[in-house]
């Protein structure tokens, strides 16, 4: 049991160090939002989430027993995620700020508060641990059932410009530790959702295998250099027969001219020997 119990700290240890590393992977991305001063389009959507299931799962890490490793890899993810809205927020155009607010409103605020109302004065002792572990699973099978659009537009497309390899091979080693400390603690709310998360992570780096290579696009034709001296020479080619049809033309006009004056020199002679007869 004390071998269970130390491989289970060390599976989430290093699911903390891995979760964490996945939680700061969007920090380039609001590098250039605080460079540009702008949120360029970005949605805030994914971190409102994040944040309600980082709320969820420290709520359920409080009432659970021994959950400190949930409870550090959370609050971590909890911090992170307000940093990332209030930056989101700061730099969104008015619009999107609306959003954002609306989205945490919902999510944050309405929905987490009725879900810690009817545990906090409903539910009590083991019921209450068991009703926000069920709430935390479906949650978080329903944050890995999200990526199936991911897969779907990488099949339809063919191409894995919106999945990095990356991102995928953590997300998926972060499932296997938490399901491992998950399993080896029975505490099958964080196991079950994570065999999820390894079979679609699994899925997403096969299709990867697949589709790594960029897909060729359909480029207009364009003039090389080869194409551009044949056209060179098919235009030397028309000029010079123009040319040639030219002097042609004006050779036959000149010829037909002489014998014209060739045929009139007769007459022209007859009229002169008619005259020097007349005088």
């Not at 020479?233 to 028309?238: C, M, T």
Request: with cysteine; aromatic share 14%.
């Amino acid at each position: 049991m004390a071998l269970h119990l130390t491989w289970a700290f060390v599976f989430g240890l290093l699911g903390n160090i891995i979760s964490s590393l996945v939680c700061l992977a969007p920090v380039p991305t609001f590098y250039q939002i605080c460079k540009k001063k702008t949120s360029e389009g970005f949605q805030s959507i994914p971190y409102v989430i994040a944040l309600l299931s980082a709320m969820l799962w420290l709520f359920y890490a409080v009432f659970a027993e021994d959950a400190t490793l949930l409870i550090t890899v959370n609050t971590f993810t909890f911090l992170l995620e307000i940093a990332y809205l209030a930056l989101y927020f700061f730099y969104a155009t008015k619009k999107d700020k609306i959003l954002t607010a609306k989205l945490v409103f919902l999510f944050n605020v309405f929905g987490f508060g009725i879900i810690s109302i009817v545990a906090m004065f409903i539910l009590h002792g083991k019921q209450r641990v068991n009703v926000l572990g069920w709430i935390c699973m479906i949650f978080a099978l329903c944050v890995f059932v999200a990526p199936l659009a991911i897969v779907r537009k990488v099949i339809k497309t063919k191409s894995v410009e919106f999945m990095p390899i990356s991102l995928s091979f953590f997300l998926t080693l972060s499932a296997v530790m938490w399901f491992l400390y998950g399993f080896l603690r029975k505490d099958y709310f964080v196991a079950i959702p994570n065999v999820l998360g390894f079979i679609f992570g699994m899925l997403q780096m096969l299709l990867y295998a697949i589709y790594r290579k960029p897909r060729k696009s359909l480029e207009k034709p364009t003039l090389n250099n080869e194409s551009f001296e044949h056209v060179i020479e098919v235009a030397k080619l028309g000029a010079e027969a123009c040319c040639e049809l030219n002097t042609e033309a004006k050779d036959e006009n000149d010829h037909e001219a002489e014998d014209k004056h060739v045929k009139e020199q007769p007459k022209q002679i007859n009229q002169d020997n008619d005259l020097s007869d007349t005088v």
